[in-house]
């Protein structure tokens, strides 16, 4: 299976900005739909962004829409998650997912990374 390395979280004041960044461990990664969920402690893990294997078509929460870009580059093995002006309630753990057996959508056969944290302080 793949193997998904998060990067870039940290500690931001409220509408400053974060690039987190998704690696893949093998060579299947471009093939992959891929999305980033976001969880907060004792909540349900939510949907943030997700992103054709092509890059053609994005999809984004409610919450993120007009703040967050989800983007990848064809042979780089990488999938990002470009945060505007954040908000201290944007303050959860992110994490990485690609579809192994989608190509659209992420849902089917997901594979996680570890997370990435991110604080956003007022």
């Known amino acids: 299976q793949v193997q998904l390395v998060e990067s870039g979280g940290g500690l931001v004041q409220a509408g400053g900005s974060l690039r987190l960044s998704c690696s893949g461990s093998?060579?299947?990664?471009?093939?992959?739909?891929m999305g980033w969920f976001r969880q907060a402690p004792g909540e349900d893990r939510e949907f943030v962004a997700s992103i054709y294997w092509s890059g053609d078509d994005t999809f984004y929460s409610d919450s993120v829409k007009g703040r967050f870009t989800i983007s990848r580059r064809s042979g780089t093995s990488t999938v990002y998650l470009q945060m505007n002006s954040l908000k201290p309630e944007d303050t959860v753990l992110y994490y990485c997912?690609?579809?192994?057996?989608?190509?659209?959508?992420?849902?089917?056969?997901?594979?996680w990374g570890q997370g990435t944290q991110v604080t956003v302080f007022s």
């Open positions: 997912a690609a579809d192994l057996q989608s190509r659209v959508a992420v849902g089917s056969r997901v594979q």
């Open positions: 093998d060579g299947m990664f471009d093939s992959y739909a």
